[in-house]
């Protein structure tokens, strides 16, 4: 179950047992794939990871929990790339963000350059707006190798954007990294 966090400063209580929770979701997330004719229709379809914002983000969470917040994620992945109903002719990717963890998920895309879009990029941009700006530049692997753990057979590392976005309604900026993995298109 996804939640936000009403009380941000209060302590996870228990966060053994949502992490037991987050371990048994790759087999859960079978059951929620889409049937073949609903697939035909849609770009991509995604699964977020269901855990409390507090367990995988700052300042509660710790590597461990989110080292097995990305190996649920991984595992999710892989299920759905080995399951019978798993749609035929599309991408199951894994959509990691750092240190924002809650914002992750599992993608199915059925659309081979919609997925193109989400590949890190190659050189820092600006892009201004009415109001602020948006800055991406690749990022660093090493960033994400301490909370990253073994991957499945046939999952493929692409890289990871540094994204930095700020808006004068927030007063500040917000800096984000987004790691993608994927299986082959099958």
Not at 48 to 75: D, Y
Not at 134 to 141: G, Q, R, S, T, Y
Not at 161 to 172: H, I, P
Request: glycine share 4%; with cysteine.
């Amino acid at each position: 179950m996804r939640r936000l966090d009403l009380r941000p400063r209060k302590k996870l209580r228990n966060p053994a047992r949502h992490l037991r929770s987050l371990a048994r979701w790759p087999q859960q997330i079978i059951e929620q794939l889409p049937k073949a004719e609903t697939a035909a229709a849609e770009r991509f379809w995604n699964f977020k990871v269901p855990v409390f914002s507090k367990l995988v983000e700052p300042p509660h969470a710790t590597p461990q929990t989110q080292r097995a917040c990305i190996a649920a994620i991984f595992a999710a992945a892989d299920a759905v790339e080995r399951a019978e109903r798993r749609p035929r002719d599309c991408r199951v990717a894994c959509l990691v963000t750092t240190p924002f963890l809650f914002q992750s998920e599992v993608t199915l895309f059925f659309d081979e350059a919609y997925f193109r879009s989400f590949l890190p990029v190659t050189v820092k941009s600006r892009t201004e707006y009415d109001g602020g700006w948006i800055e991406a530049e690749p990022a660093l692997p090493a960033w994400v190798e301490p909370i990253t753990p073994p991957t499945p057979a046939g999952l493929e590392f692409h890289g990871g954007t540094l994204q930095r976005e700020f808006d004068q309604e927030w007063s500040r900026t917000v800096e984000r990294v987004n790691w993608l993995w994927s299986f082959p298109r099958g």
